[in-house]
Structures are given as C-alpha cells and as structure tokens.
C-alpha cells in the first residue's frame, strides 16, 4: 500500500495489524487441523468427512494466504516462526480425537472452530466498517466463507 492508501486508514495500525497476525495464526491453526483430520478420519462413510475436510482446509490456506498479503500490503510481514503459530492465535489449538471413527466429535471440533471464526472476523469488520475498506471488504469475504462452513458442519450434527 502506498502513502495515500494507508493514510485513509483511519485507525491504529499498529493495532488492525496485531488483529490480523491473530487471524492469520487462527488461520494456519484450521488448515492443519482439518488436513490432519482430513487424513486420519475413519470408520462408516468416513469418505464424505474427509472430503469435507479437505475442502474446508483448502480454504483456510487460502485465508491465510490474502491475510498474509493483507499484512504485507499493510507493511508488514506474517509472523514467520510456526512455534509462534499456536501463542499469537486467538484460541488454542483443538486436538483432534484420539479415536479416528468419531465422527461426531470431528464434527463438534470443526463447528467450534467455525463459531470462534466466525467471532474474530464479525469483531475485525465492525472496527474497520468506514474506516479501512480494503480490509472490511476482505474480512466480510472470509467471514461469509467460515459462515458456510458453519452451517456445511452443523447440519451433520446428530439431533
Ligand atoms: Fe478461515
Ligand atoms: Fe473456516
């Protein structure tokens, strides 16, 4: 971003960056997880999760990767020590269940993850809605995507 582009920020940022580094880490934190899941699932129609979670995943690299540009054209760069991943991030890594044919947790762990998402980018896009427009557009874009995750992972709960 050049001088007048950042200019028109109207906020601290130093502060929008440090929300983005969290994102960023947060990010990372769900491409692992739904690959690692991804590769582990098992037991009866363990196919369509894993399916799912290769879809999911592939979006979060791709979040992570405009977050990272967004951080870049801000000035900065991307944290870049993956020891600092899981510190920076907003929630703690969520460990994937020990046995591989739950899917029902599988599930519950992808819609946690989804809702905290979902919680971080509504946050980011109230503080920079009017006043940082080229991150509030990214934002809502990631946001309506970790909404359709959401709802992709809630509707195979078990009532
Ligand atoms: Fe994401
Ligand atoms: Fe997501």
Redesign the pocket.
Known sequence: MGKTARAIVDLSLKELVKDLQKAYCDEWL?YYLYWYMAQIVSGRAYEDIKEMLEK?AK??LEHATEIADLIIKLGDSPIANPMELEKNANAPFLMPPKNTADINRIIRIVTEA?SG?IEVYSKIAKKTLGKDHVTYQLVTHILS??VD?EEMFENLMER
């Open positions: 769900a999911l979006d979060e989804e998402a995507e970790e995750h």
